[in-house]
């Protein structure tokens, strides 16, 4: 079956279809990550986005159940130069997903990185290309759009034995970073996206870790409101989305990336170290700031990687320290948090 990208500049791509049919709109990203595809196409923070890999091919390796980053596949469509393998599209068309190989992902890249992300559509089928960009220039831009309530859980849940308590807020958290929290020895309870600040109080949690999600930190101003009753009063992380939601209640700004950073393969200075860790990063806003509240910067761009207010007992992470997928250099981060909790609590 023919497949199609139009993006909202009117540029076409073509290739063909290995997916489910249909038509799926969305922001036209980029991930650089050479593994991990299972992963990225599960990753709530990917929520209405139509994933470009730069791997030459992607599938390869097959899928398995333990590799899934939630419930269901939250990328609109995936592009790829070459899938490598049926177990991959069969499990991508059995989610519904649209898929396109054989189309010049390199192109796709140099484009939207000379460009900026943009709206885009993929198409698997027959369609007319000027009345699906009419769609695409429809279509609502990511920046001002508050995706979190479509990804979040709706129920309290609990994790993990007696002990330690983190809470976490989740407005798209991966299951690694609940992994991790559990293997570090905490009992984790995970509230809804839209929880008030007594409520989680309430729980009363050693520590709250502020998840990842999709989508602008600037439209979420109520759940900023929350952040910043939080702040001061237990020890706080935030994690991509969560990092940028603490940079926003302490009074800074956030703006959107050009293109983002997507991949497993990006390197951040770690300033009170001078330690360089290859990270794992998703997301397409950044926190605004410097001063000794920076903590760590991206070597590629200049941009805030981590916060810290010591007084306030809050710090946060742009790049993703649970590793999933990803190199392992900031795995210390997320356990070396929970002992200090463990620490806190025992003094």
């Not at 309290?156 to 007696?162: E, F, K, M």
Request: charged content about 20%.
């Amino acid at each position: 079956m023919s497949g199609l990208l139009v993006l909202e500049d009117g540029t076409l791509f073509r290739g063909r279809s290995v997916g489910a049919p249909g038509i799926a709109y969305g922001e036209a990203v980029f991930t650089t990550a050479m593994s991990g595809y299972q992963e990225i196409v599960t990753d709530p923070s990917y929520a209405e986005q139509i994933v470009c890999f730069t791997a030459p091919m992607v599938g390869n390796y097959g899928v398995a159940e333990g590799r899934a980053e939630s419930g269901r596949v939250h990328a609109r469509a995936v592009l790829m130069r070459q899938a490598g393998g049926d177990e991959w599209t069969r499990w991508l068309a059995a989610r519904g997903v649209v898929a396109l190989e054989e189309i010049d992902t390199r192109s796709i890249v140099l484009h939207l990185r000379d460009r900026g992300a943009m709206r885009a559509a993929a198409v698997a089928g027959h369609a007319s290309a000027g009345e699906v960009l009419s769609q695409v220039r429809a279509e609502a831009p990511m920046q001002g759009r508050a995706l979190v309530a479509g990804v979040s859980t709706e129920k309290v849940y609990r994790l993990g034995r007696a002990g330690l308590h983190v809470a976490v807020i989740d407005f798209g958290v991966k299951e690694s970073i609940l992994r991790r929290l559990v293997a570090a020895g905490a009992q984790t309870t995970v509230f809804p996206h839209d929880v008030d600040a007594d409520t989680v109080l309430t729980a009363r949690p050693d520590g709250i870790l502020l998840s990842n999600g999709p989508g602008d930190p600037a439209a979420l101003v109520e759940r900023v409101a929350v952040v910043r009753e939080l702040i001061g009063r237990v020890p706080l992380l935030g994690i991509c989305l969560g990092h940028q939601l603490l940079g926003l209640a302490a009074g800074l700004a956030t703006f959107k990336l050009p293109f983002g950073h997507r991949g497993a393969n990006h390197p951040v200075l770690e300033i009170g170290t001078n330690r360089v860790l290859v990270t794992s990063q998703n997301h397409g806003f950044a926190v605004q700031g410097d001063g000794p509240q920076v903590t760590h910067v991206s070597l590629y761009d200049g941009t805030v990687e981590g916060l810290s207010l010591p007084r306030e007992g809050a710090r946060s992470l742009q790049f993703h320290p649970e590793a999933g997928p990803g190199p392992h250099d900031a795995w210390p981060l997320l356990e070396g948090w929970v002992e200090e909790l463990r620490v806190a609590e025992a003094a």
